[in-house]
């Protein structure tokens, strides 16, 4: 097994073994750079495994202990209108049960012209509905701190998904697919979100995280494995 620093030396042939670029882009100009870094905090690994989905390939394995944080690092050049496709197979270890609205980060895009931080893929457990779900969110602009989490889309621990995700900068409009399929209740855009009345505004996206971050101290479990494979990311969507 090989595990990432914080300098990733892997380097282009084990980046092509783990991200997939759509036929219709490329690396450069449009898309994500292979030159990724990662970001994790103390006790957490990003670990290179053989394939557990049936699926040819290896495997991106994220370790995080209590709050910790683990991400791929890809960073975004000459996006078209700043908007982009991504796709990820994923499989959830186990999810938290406490605190009460413990909430989880998978993915989150940025730019360094803006504050906003975009959350196109993360959840939320919710007592209320004894239950993990998926949300988009958003954090640190001026709709404030938010995961607008549905009961349509709960999280579940051990199975493979498919999951895409559409940043359209054209009205602030993040979309999610799972196996393919839309779930219309998870789309925000610039007047429908999950905070403020003030409108939801992209940055200009030059980086995009994949892993994951819990951000509630002395969580239940105190540990967590997230696994990865088939990145994709490109101007065109790529499918399941």
């Known amino acids: 097994m090989a595990i990432l620093r914080k300098a990733a030396t892997a380097g282009l042939a084990l980046a092509a073994a783990l991200f997939a670029i759509p036929p219709t882009a490329s690396a450069s100009p449009a898309g994500a750079s292979p030159a990724w870094t990662t970001e994790t905090s103390a006790g957490s690994t990003i670990t290179v495994v053989p394939s557990t989905s049936g699926r040819p390939g290896k495997e991106l394995l994220f370790h995080t202990e209590g709050n910790g944080k683990a991400f791929v690092v890809l960073p975004l050049k000459h996006l078209p209108a700043n908007s982009l496709w991504a796709r990820v197979r994923v499989k959830l270890g186990a999810l938290p049960v406490k605190p009460d609205w413990a909430h989880w980060t998978l993915a989150e895009a940025s730019g360094s012209d803006s504050p906003t931080l975009v959350r196109p893929l993360g959840g939320q457990y919710a007592p209320t509905d004894n239950g993990n779900f998926y949300g988009v ?13 549905r009961t349509s889309a709960p999280a579940a621990a051990g199975v493979w998904q498919c999951v895409e995700f559409h940043l359209d900068a054209s009205d602030n409009k993040v979309t999610v697919y799972f196996d393919g399929v839309e779930n219309p209740d998870l789309t925000v855009s ?5 905070g403020t009345s003030d409108d939801f505004v992209f940055p200009t996206f030059d980086k995009l995280k994949l892993g ?10 105190s540990s967590y494995d997230v696994r990865m494979s088939g990145i994709a990311v490109g101007p065109r969507r790529a499918g399941c």
């Open 212 to 221: 994951w971050q819990l951000y509630q101290a002395d969580p239940s479990p």
């Open 137 to 149: 969110g958003s954090d640190l602009g001026p709709t404030g701190d938010w995961t607008n989490w």
């Open 190 to 194: 610039t007047k429908s979100h999950g």
